[in-house]
């Protein structure tokens, strides 16, 4: 490390991506800065999963009074619950805006670890059907890379993190390097080889592929089945950066982790054309550090990625931080999802589950894979599963008394099958975030004002998700087949994408094929801002592929003194 | 019950005759109620380890926000919904105290006043067919009333009373079978379970 500088490399963002950042930085010799906005996490003491329903007051409910005042958005999220409403962060500190006629969820974690404690965990590459999906539609721009770029990296995350999954050799869902699959229940086991046969192979059904361990793995413990590992995970059976790269970087010696540190704003040295550092406000003191760097990795999700940019303006920037393009802040994305179907399965009465699965189903995508829908561009895949009603499905029926309360003691009710679809959202530049500066954090920086509407393409998906999940319901031979409709508002989904995207030339994007800013050489971004479209998938471990591919680039930069 | 079914306010009629939220001493409520006679109702032996729990908790419960007549209606609707046999009733697990915090505490205001306003209309709908507000009633004129609301379970465009009774089994069923000593007793819920199978095969005796 030169006098010069503080820390060879600083990232932004501990959670998904900057614990990715900070192991890959790490493990090549550079001393790292790991900036996190919120406070340390103690998984001895934070990690609630296995609390009771009757340890809390309202047996997992929720206590509103608190939860209505400093989390009216958050709490919104399944997640934020009675329990797990601490990974989750004050909306009155933590303020942002957005039009009244576009509501827009941010749903956000500020601690140690970040959204990967909270996340869904599914995992699924991405394909040459969608990165090249906005060149041949003309939607959004080009992506500079295509999937033989990223495979050997979504490979080398895959090993790491441990994820379980099927193969099935589907060109549209590309194969990982899996650990064993969990079961799936006779139902959809059943259902799955019903819907190949109705569909002629053209519609899979296959078990989740989950980062959640199903085996011993890396020094960490397979799954005990115990159900909400949203609530955090003390065996370390679900990959989060608290419990595997955060500890892989700080066991190289070169990781400073500084909690409590909110980044304000990436000094742009404009004799140089390079960031200099991180202006850092200290969360509890309120004391500004400055804190510098030969690399500078943000990775501290897309949309506070896109603000600090956007909050970062020079006299040579006056519009944002590495934004000669125009196009920072636009092009946001997010997946709409929740529309499906449901029924019930009959002849398989004798049989139940043992243990909480903490995963599903996936139906691949299957529109507009090999053949055009009228309706609609680009497609869905859809999440659901199987299960049997216990004692909650006694509210719904009628019966009281002795014998009706043996029935839900010792009885279950009929099998059900649903999914819901998660469908790919078209990039627009309209969809979009900026600053209002009339809304500052509690920290006196300037809020994101966003402005993100779902428009016809998404609606025709949403409406042929029920469609099709009805059609493969009857196909399994399900019974009483109900639409579920769902309109959840942009941001739901909590898979906000773009804002800073990749492009295959300066002019249309905010950085290179390696997640590098076109303007600024040392300064890359490689959280969910850096997508150029959303596909249909689950984004994260494409962020996280991306982003050990951006840090292996950029060491070989800085080896060759390039950066 | 999740608090996003928050419900337009009910007939103004019905909230003009909801009591105003009243902030009890817990024991002096159990006192009342007891000696209100209660114990002559549908779960005379259960009301004393109801009330026990309730008071249990002691001065550091929240206050109560059910009137007398809301908690008596409520305990009588429990009972007859989870009654005691050879496992425990609604009552005997608790299931009381932890609506009242419910309704107290998690309830949004608008829900709150709706689901008391319902219980009222629980009271219209005894008068109108049993000829008696609903805890004035005797055990199987009250029987007959629960019935006459239980059959619309899960059927939509129901009464007001149809309603707030449903609501309220939802409330009792969620309450007793979170609670503990039905979580660990009855149900005997494994909290690890290290395994997923997800094809189980039942015992003949016991499927469905």
């Known amino acids: ?457 998404e609606r025709a998906m949403q409406r042929d998700m029920m469609t099709g999940m009805a059609e493969m319901l009857e196909a399994a031979g399900c019974t009483d087949i109900t639409l579920a409709p769902k309109d959840n508002p942009p941001g739901h989904c909590i898979h906000e994408m773009g804002g800073a995207r990749m492009s295959v030339t300066q002019d249309l994007g905010v950085l290179n094929a390696w997640n590098q800013a076109w303007d600024v050489h040392n300064l890359f971004v490689t959280d969910g801002a850096c997508m150029a479209s959303t596909a249909c998938q689950n984004p994260s471990i494409t962020y996280m592929a991306l982003t050990a591919r951006a840090c292996d680039y950029a060491v070989g930069q800085m080896r060759r003194n390039e950066l | 019950v999740p608090d996003s079914a928050t419900r337009a306010p009910t007939r103004s009629s019905e909230l003009l005759k909801m009591p105003s939220p009243v902030k009890l001493d817990r024991r002096a409520l159990i006192h009342n109620i007891v000696q209100g006679g209660l114990a002559l109702s549908l779960m005379p032996g259960f009301a004393e380890a109801a009330w026990n729990a309730i008071a249990a908790e002691g001065a550091a419960a929240p206050p109560c926000i059910l009137s007398a007549a809301q908690t008596r209606m409520i305990a009588i609707i429990a009972d007859a919904i989870l009654p005691r046999s050879d496992t425990p009733g609604a009552t005997d697990v608790g299931v009381l105290p932890w609506i009242d915090l419910v309704v107290a505490e998690y309830f949004s205001d608008v829900r709150r006043a709706a689901f008391q306003a319902d219980l009222t209309a629980i009271d219209d709908f005894a008068l109108s067919t049993s000829g008696a507000p609903f805890t004035e009633l005797q055990g199987e004129a009250q029987l007959a009333v629960i019935a006459g609301l239980d059959a619309a379970c899960g059927a939509k465009d129901l009464s007001f009373a149809q309603r707030g009774y449903g609501e309220l089994k939802e409330l009792v069923i969620y309450g007793y079978f979170t609670s503990k000593p039905v979580q660990q007793d009855i149900l005997q819920v494994v909290v690890v379970p290290g395994r997923f199978d997800g094809n189980v095969l039942i015992a003949p005796s016991s499927a469905t």
């Open chain 1, 1 to 457: 490390m030169k006098g010069q500088y503080d820390f060879d490399a600083i990232v932004v963002g501990s959670g998904m991506t900057g614990g990715w950042a900070a192991k890959e930085l790490t493990a090549a010799g550079l001393k790292t800065l790991v900036l996190e906005a919120g406070g340390p996490i103690d998984p001895a003491k934070d990690f609630v999963e296995h609390v009771q329903p009757y340890e809390i007051p309202f047996r997992g409910w929720g206590d509103r009074t608190p939860l209505r005042r400093e989390r009216p958005i958050q709490s919104d999220c399944y997640a934020s619950d009675e329990l797990g409403h601490k990974f989750f962060v004050n909306d009155l500190e933590n303020p942002y805006t957005h039009p009244v006629e576009a509501p827009f969820s941010w749903f956000r974690g500020r601690q140690v670890g970040g959204r990967s404690i909270t996340w869904g965990r599914q995992v699924y590459r991405w394909s040459d059907l969608d990165f090249e999906a906005n060149a041949k539609d003309g939607h959004g721009t080009d992506w500079p890379i295509r999937y033989r770029d990223i495979a050997p990296w979504y490979s080398h995350v895959e090993r790491f993190i441990g994820v379980s999954g099927a193969p099935e050799g589907l060109a549209q869902l590309p194969d990982g390097e899996f650990l064993a699959p969990m079961q799936m229940t006779g139902v959809e086991r059943a259902a799955r080889q019903r819907i190949l046969k109705a569909f002629h192979g053209e519609r899979v059904m296959t078990i989740g592929r989950v980062a959640i361990l199903t085996e011993n793995h890396n020094g960490r413990a397979a799954c005990h089945y115990c159900g909400p590992c949203e609530r955090g995970c003390i065996t370390r059976s679900y990959f989060n950066s608290i419990g595997s790269t955060l500890p892989a970087a700080s066991a190289t010696g070169n990781l400073t982790l500084r909690p409590n540190s909110v980044a304000a704003e990436l000094i742009y040295d404009a004799k140089r054309g390079r960031i200099r550092g991180v202006r850092v406000i200290d969360a509890n003191t309120l004391r500004d550090t400055e804190y510098k760097a030969r690399v500078v990795f943000l990775c501290a999700s897309a949309i506070e990625s896109v603000r600090l940019l956007l909050n970062s303006k020079s006299a040579h920037f006056p519009d944002g931080l590495a934004n000669s393009s125009g196009t920072l802040g636009r092009y946001v994305m997010d997946h709409h999802y929740g529309s499906g179907a449901s029924g019930s399965m009959s002849g398989f009465e004798d049989r139940r589950t043992f243990g909480r699965r903490p995963n599903g189903i996936y139906i691949a995508r299957f529109r507009n894979v090999s053949t055009q829908h009228p309706d609609f561009l680009r497609g869905y895949g859809m999440q659901g599963g199987s299960s049997r009603k216990d004692w909650h499905r006694g509210a719904a029926m009628p019966g009281y008394g002795a014998e009706f309360k043996k029935s839900l003691i010792s009885e279950l009710g009929p099998w059900s099958l649903s999914a819901a679809g998660w469908g790919e959202t078209l990039p627009h530049a309209d969809n979009r975030v900026s600053i209002d500066r009339q809304v500052k954090d509690r920290w006196g920086l300037p809020a994101a004002r966003i402005d993100v509407r779902w428009r016809d393409n």
